[in-house]
């Protein structure tokens, strides 16, 4: 029997105000529509990681860059070069910090979104890579 390949579409910010979990799903959405994966949320504020209690960004290096490493590594994730910036502004919110209208300002980016699904379904058929010995 044939599983369907899951994806995890991660939401790595675990701060209370955040609009990350409105634009994960429009991305797991768009993702899904043509694909043949499993397109699934992954909420790291729902995870207890041992980054998360470290007040920098995991981007400017320290603790939490390392221990994000590891658990990178640890989920066999692999490189795409279609990585789309999402790039949104405040004048796209509501006065309650979320979208006016989600779909309309991420349209600019169905067809990158559609282009980064098709290719994890590629990497996904190839075999991976051996592991570093």
Excluded: Y
């Excluded at 995870?47 to 981007?59: R, Y």
């Excluded at 990158?112 to 075999?127: D, G, S």
């Amino acid at each position: 029997m044939n599983q369907v390949p899951r994806v995890g579409v991660v939401i790595g910010r675990n701060r209370p105000k955040r609009i990350c979990p409105e634009i994960a799903e429009w991305v797991r959405a768009t993702a899904q529509a043509d694909s043949g994966l499993s397109f699934e949320l992954i909420d790291l504020a729902a995870v207890a990681l041992p980054f998360l209690d470290e007040p920098g960004l995991a981007a400017r290096g320290g603790r939490a860059a390392a221990q994000m490493q590891i658990v990178l590594e640890g989920l066999h994730m692999r490189n795409t070069a279609t990585n789309p910036a999402l790039n949104t502004n405040i004048t796209q919110l509501n006065p309650g910090g979320t979208f006016i209208d989600i779909g309309n300002t991420l349209e600019p980016f169905v067809a990158a979104v559609r282009a980064m699904a098709a290719e994890l379904e590629a990497l996904i058929a190839e075999p991976p890579p051996p592991p570093d010995v």
